[in-house]
C-alpha cells in the first residue's frame, strides 16, 4: 500500500461500539475530511442515501427503511410495498459508495460504516472494526444517545440488524468477518478516547504509513 492511502481509514461498528464518537475524532486527529454511515440508531443521515426510493418508503425513518429496502422483515404502514430487491440492491449501492469513492481518490479520510472495508479491499485503506460483548455495548450506547437501556437495548436490535443486512445483501459479506479488518478492538473495554489513541497509534506503525502524518498523543488537560 502507498502511504498515501493509508490517510484513508475506514471504521465498522455495532451499535453502542462507539463508532459514532470515535470515527469523527479519528478524522480531527488525523485532519481529514469524515464520512457519517448511512444511517444511525436514531434514524439521523448526514447524506441521503436513500434519496432514490419510491415516496412510500421514503415516509419510513431511514433505519426501518433500509431494512424494508433490503427485504427485512418491517411492518409497512397500508399503502407501504417494498421495491424490487434489484431496484434497491443498485440504487443503494451506487448512490452510497459515491462518497467512498470520492475520499478513496482523494486517498484521505475516515469512513464510518457503508461496508466500506468490503467496498475497499484491504489493499486501500485501513480497516479498523469496533465491536463488544451485547450488554456491554447497550449500556455504552445508552451513555453516548443519553437514552434508557431499555431503549438503548431496542435501538441494538435494530441498528445491528440494519447494518449487519446492508453489508450482507448488498456485498454477500458479514461486516462482523474479521477477515475484512486491519484491526479488531473491544471498544467497550477502555474509555472511547484511549480507542482513538489506539487506532492512531497502529496507524503510525502501519506498513507504508509514514509515522510523521500521525499526529502525536495530545498532553492531558490540566
Known amino acids: 500500500m502507498g502511504?498515501?492511502?493509508a490517510r484513508l481509514v475506514t471504521v465498522s461498528a455495532s451499535y453502542g461500539a462507539g463508532g459514532s464518537v470515535v470515527a469523527p475524532a479519528l478524522a480531527r486527529r488525523l485532519g481529514v475530511p469524515f464520512l457519517q454511515r448511512a444511517t444511525t440508531s436514531t434514524g439521523d443521515t448526514s447524506e441521503q442515501c436513500f434519496e432514490r426510493l419510491e415516496p412510500e418508503e421514503a415516509a419510513l425513518n431511514p433505519v426501518p427503511r433500509l431494512l424494508a429496502a433490503l427485504g427485512g422483515a418491517v411492518p409497512l404502514g397500508p399503502t407501504q410495498s417494498p421495491l424490487p430487491a434489484r431496484h434497491h440492491d443498485e440504487s443503494l449501492r451506487q448512490h452510497c459508495e459515491a462518497g467512498i469513492r470520492q475520499l478513496a481518490a482523494d486517498?484521505?479520510?475516515v469512513i464510518l460504516g457503508r461496508?466500506?472495508?468490503v467496498v475497499l479491499g484491504r489493499d486501500r485503506g485501513y480497516h479498523v472494526r469496533l465491536d463488544g460483548p451485547p450488554a456491554l455495548r447497550?449500556?455504552?450506547?445508552?451513555?453516548?444517545?443519553?437514552?434508557s437501556p431499555d431503549e438503548a437495548r431496542r435501538r441494538m436490535a435494530v441498528a445491528d440488524r440494519a447494518r449487519d443486512a446492508y453489508v450482507r445483501r448488498?456485498?454477500?459479506?458479514?461486516?462482523?468477518?474479521?477477515?475484512?479488518y486491519h484491526l479488531v478492538i473491544d471498544s467497550t473495554a477502555v474509555p472511547l478516547?484511549?480507542?482513538t489513541e489506539l487506532i492512531a497509534t497502529a496507524l503510525a506503525s502501519f506498513a507504508g504509513f509514514p509515522a510523521a502524518a500521525v499526529p502525536g498523543p495530545r498532553p492531558a488537560a490540566g
Open 115 to 117: 461496508g466500506a472495508a
Open 107 to 109: 486517498r484521505a479520510g
Open 138 to 147: 447497550a449500556a455504552q450506547g445508552a451513555a453516548i444517545e443519553g437514552i
Open 3 to 5: 502511504s498515501g492511502q
Open 170 to 180: 448488498l456485498y454477500r459479506a458479514s461486516p462482523a468477518d474479521p477477515g475484512l
Open 193 to 195: 478516547d484511549t480507542v
